[in-house]
């Protein structure tokens, strides 16, 4: 239960106000041979400044900042589960997924056609994701190990019982509306 998902600060932030409820995701260039997954089910949001500019959401406050240094403190404020990950290769289909995210329509369009690293051209990783904010705020250091473009990291161990005191962003029956709106048609990713 110690993985992180790097994602920028201002969609962590969209997350955490259930403006966004899934995630999309292409790779970076330190995913590995095989390239993106949501190969893990349940992991904290670690909110990244890096490679975001004001032009890539369409909604929230992007101020520009360099990434972490070590030593800085990092503070994780909420957690994510996501409930199916799927890939789409129909760029109608994850148009119909705009309500759901505040990415700009260039940004998400540019991931659909980036291509490299186990990825082909046409295609995007999305998963519906469940969030709780934690009930104190988990803080750190930021160390050299958490850097470069990759999803998931290594955390050190999170604080006891966060899981019981954390409180959900969305309930129950939004989550179900959106589960069936969104339902995948493809076929599933594996997570492990």
């Known amino acids: 239960m110690n993985i992180g998902f790097k994602e920028w600060q201002v969609v962590c932030e969209a997350l955490a106000t259930g403006r966004q409820s899934i995630l999309l995701r292409k790779g970076g260039i330190h995913e590995g041979r095989k390239g993106f997954s949501f190969a893990h089910d349940s992991f904290f949001l670690f909110p990244t400044r890096f490679h975001t500019t004001g032009d890539q959401v369409r909604e929230g406050e992007v101020t520009v900042m360099p990434e972490w240094q070590?030593?800085?403190t990092i503070r994780i404020t909420h957690h994510a589960e996501a409930l199916w990950a799927i890939t789409l290769t129909d760029w109608e289909?994850?148009?119909e997924m705009e309500p759901f995210h505040i990415y700009s329509e260039k940004t998400v369009h540019d991931r659909f056609d980036w291509e490299g690293k186990g990825m082909a051209s046409g295609s995007i990783h999305v998963a519906l994701v469940r969030v709780r904010e934690l009930a104190e705020p988990w803080e750190f250091p930021y160390e050299a190990k958490y850097g470069g473009c990759?999803?998931?990291i290594h955390l050190p161990d999170p604080p006891a019982d966060w899981l019981e005191s954390a409180k959900p962003v969305l309930g129950?029956?939004?989550l179900a509306?959106?589960?069936d709106r969104l339902k995948p048609?493809?076929?599933p990713?594996?997570?492990s």
């Open 150 to 152: 990759r999803s998931w």
């Open 93 to 95: 289909k994850v148009a």
């Open 185 to 187: 048609e493809a076929s």
């Open 172 to 174: 129950d029956d939004t």
């Open 70 to 72: 070590p030593g800085d």
């Open 189 to 191: 990713e594996s997570m």
């Open 177 to 179: 509306t959106l589960h």
